[in-house]
C-alpha cells in the first residue's frame, strides 16, 4: 500500500472537517500493477471496441468498479451505452484539382463522414482560406464575405502565430489553440457551407509525419453514431502532403510560403483558385454498440455536485501484419495504467470517505478512433455538466521512476492551476510546460470532450525530471517510448517497472479530487479562454448551478 500525504498536509488542500478526512487515505500499488498486468494481457486482445476483448473490458471494469466500493453511475447501471459506427472507403478515384491528379494515400487521404454508400464530389470549387478560422472573439474570420456553398475549402494546419517562439499571441503564440486542430477546422467548413474541406500537412505545424496521417485516415473510420446519418457535416473531410499543395497552388502562380505569411496576418482574404477539385470513393458502413463504464462514490453534502475522473479503456486491438510474431497492441502504458489508475483510486476515495461533492468514475470507450466514448458522454451526461465541477483526466502514465515535476498540458487555461499549485507544494514537485505547445495536446485526449462544453479539466503527466538520470533520462524515455512503443505491439506490461513515479502521480490525483470534492468553489477558464464564454452561458442557465 502507498500512503499519500500527511492529514495536515491533505487538511491543507480541502475545506471539511476532521471527522470527514481519515488519518491515512492510502492508494494501493498491488491494484495498480494488478489491474494494469490483467488489463493489458493477450487475453483482452488489444481491448478494441466491438469485439470480445471490448466486451472482456467492460465486464472487468465493472466488477473492478463495484470490488472498490463505488455504486452504479448510470441509475442501476454500470454502463452508458455507446452507439457507434464504423465506415471503410474503397476505390478511391484520385483528387483532380484542375489539370493535377493527386494519388491517394501518398499525396491526399480523404473520408466520407456523411453515412452514405458511395461519396462524390465533383466540380467544386476550391477556395484556399488561410487557417479556416471564424473567432469573432479574437476579431478573426477567414471565411469573411466568403459564400462556400458547395464548395471546397484548402486550409493550414494549426493556427497563426504556432511559429511563434513564445506563447503571447492573438492564438497563443507557440501553444496551438482549438482553432489550429483539424477537428475545428472540418466543422467551421462544415458551418460555412463547404462540401470539403482538406488540409495541408507539415510535419511540425502537426506535429507528426505524413505517415500518421495516411495510416491514420486509411481503413476503417470510426464515428459517434448520432442517429441523423451525420447530416450537416461536410461531404469530405482529408488531407494534403505539403508537396502536392505547393504543385496545385503554383499552377495558379501562387506561392505556398508566401501564402501561409499572409495567412498569419489579421485580415487576411481568401484565394479562390479558379479551379475545381473532383474524386470519388465508396464506403462500407458496420453499426455497433459499445459502453462507457461509470461508478461514483456520492457526496455526503452536496451529491448534485460533480468531480470527474477520466480514463480510455479502449486500444488498437489486432494491429500486426499476418505473420507477425506478436499481433496484439496490448495497450500496457496506453492507456491501461490510466484506467488502473480509476480503480485505484475509487478504492482509496472509498477508504477515505465521500467528499462533500460526488466523484465520478468513468471509463470511456473509442478515444483511440477521435475521442467518441467522451465525446457521447458530452454530447449526452449522466451528470449535468452544469453541475460538474471539474475533474481530472488520465491518459498513458509512464513508468519511468520517481520524479521531481509534473508535465502540465493545457497550464494557464483556468482556476484549476491553483488547486494544482498548492497539491504540488505539498508534494514537493514542480510544473514543467509542455515541451511541444504547437501540438495542441490539450486538445487530443478525452478531457476535451468535456472542456469544450464549459468543463475545467485538469490534464496533468508524468513527470520529466526523474530523480535518477534528471531531465536527459526522463527526455531519453519518453523519446523510446514514443518512438519505439507508442501504439505498437511492444506496449506491453512489464513485472521489471518502477512504480514510484506513477504512484506521485495518483497521490497528485487524489489530492486535486478531494480539494475540489470538498471546496464549494466553481472554478471557471480565465478570462480570454475559447472555453470561457461556454461556461459562462452554461452556468446562468439555472440558479444552482455553477
Known amino acids: ?8 498536509a491533505l487538511l491543507s488542500l480541502a475545506a471539511c472537517t476532521t471527522e470527514e478526512v481519515p488519518v491515512e487515505p492510502q492508494i494501493s500499488l498491488d491494484t495498480m500493477q494488478e489491474v494494469t498486468r490483467t488489463l493489458s494481457s493477450d ?3 488489444g481491448r478494441e471496441p466491438g469485439t470480445p476483448g471490448g466486451e472482456r473490458t467492460v ?35 484520385p483528387l483532380t484539382i484542375g489539370d493535377i491528379e493527386l494519388e491517394h494515400g501518398s499525396e491526399w487521404v480523404g473520408v466520407s463522414y456523411p453515412l452514405v454508400e458511395r461519396t462524390e464530389l465533383t466540380d467544386s470549387e476550391v477556395v484556399f482560406v488561410g487557417y479556416g478560422i471564424n473567432a469573432p472573439e479574437r476579431g478573426w474570420n477567414d471565411y469573411e464575405g466568403l459564400d462556400m456553398e458547395g464548395k471546397t475549402a484548402l486550409i493550414l494546419v494549426n493556427d497563426p502565430d504556432y511559429m511563434d517562439e513564445g506563447l503571447d499571441g492573438t492564438f497563443g503564440g507557440r501553444a496551438m489553440t482549438y482553432y489550429g486542430r483539424w477537428r475545428y477546422k472540418y466543422e467551421e467548413a462544415a458551418r460555412q457551407g463547404a462540401a470539403a474541406a482538406i488540409v495541408i500537412h507539415e510535419d511540425f505545424a502537426a506535429s507528426y509525419g505524413w505517415n500518421v496521417v495516411e495510416g491514420g485516415w486509411t481503413g476503417a473510420q470510426a464515428y459517434a453514431d448520432t442517429g441523423n446519418g451525420e447530416a450537416g457535416n461536410t461531404d469530405m473531410n482529408g488531407w494534403m502532403t505539403q508537396d502536392a499543395a505547393r504543385r496545385v497552388l503554383a499552377a495558379e502562380g501562387l506561392d505556398l510560403d508566401e501564402l501561409v505569411e499572409a495567412a498569419s496576418q489579421r485580415g487576411f482574404e481568401a484565394i479562390p483558385l479558379g479551379q475545381t477539385a473532383s474524386t470519388s470513393f465508396d464506403n462500407s458502413i458496420r453499426r455497433f454498440t459499445s459502453q462507457n463504464v ?6 455526503n453534502q452536496r451529491p448534485t455536485e460533480y468531480i470527474l475522473h477520466t480514463a480510455h479503456w479502449d486500444h488498437l486491438g489486432i494491429c500486426g501484419e499476418e505473420g507477425d510474431e506478436d499481433m496484439i497492441c496490448n495497450g500496457a502504458v496506453d492507456n491501461a495504467t490510466g484506467t488502473a489508475a480509476l480503480v485505484a483510486l475509487a478504492e482509496a476515495h472509498v477508504a477515505a470517505g465521500p467528499t462533500q461533492r460526488t466523484q465520478v468514475f468513468l471509463a470511456v470507450t473509442a478515444e483511440e478512433s477521435g475521442l467518441l466514448g467522451s465525446e457521447y458522454y458530452g454530447a449526452n451526461p449522466v451528470y449535468p455538466l452544469d453541475r460538474t465541477v471539474g475533474g481530472v483526466n ?9 520524479a521531481s515535476d509534473v508535465t502540465v498540458i493545457g497550464g494557464g487555461k483556468s482556476e484549476l492551476d491553483s488547486y494544482l499549485a498548492d497539491a504540488l507544494e505539498t508534494q514537493g514537485r514542480t510544473q514543467t510546460a509542455d515541451a511541444a505547445p504547437q501540438a495542441g495536446r490539450y486538445y487530443r485526449s478525452d478531457h476535451f470532450s468535456l472542456a469544450k462544453r464549459g468543463v475545467p479539466m485538469f490534464y496533468v503527466k508524468s513527470g520529466q525530471t526523474l530523480s535518477e538520470g534528471g531531465a536527459e533520462a526522463g527526455e531519453a524515455a519518453y523519446q523510446d517510448y514514443n518512438t519505439n512503443h507508442y501504439h505498437a505491439a511492444s506496449d506491453e506490461y512489464s513485472e521489471d517497472w518502477d512504480w514510484a513515479g506513477v504512484m506521485q502521480d495518483l497521490e497528485l490525483y487524489f489530492m486535486l479530487a478531494r480539494a475540489l470534492g470538498d471546496t464549494g468553489e466553481w472554478p471557471n477558464w480565465n ?20
Open 59 to 93: 465486464e472487468y471494469l465493472i466488477e473492478q468498479f463495484e470490488a472498490a466500493g463505488l455504486q452504479p453511475g448510470n441509475g442501476d447501471s454500470w454502463v452508458q451505452d455507446v452507439p457507434l459506427v464504423e465506415v471503410t472507403g474503397s476505390n478511391f478515384a
Open 294 to 299: 461509470i461508478g461514483v462514490l456520492p457526496g
Open 1 to 8: 500500500m502507498f500512503r499519500i500525504l500527511a492529514p495536515a
Open 527 to 546: 478570462e480570454g479562454d475559447e472555453f470561457r464564454a461556454t461556461r459562462d452561458e452554461s452556468c446562468a442557465l439555472r440558479d444552482d448551478g455553477c
Open 394 to 402: 488520465i491518459d498513458a502514465l509512464y513508468v519511468l521512476g520517481e
Open 43 to 45: 487475453a483482452f486482445e
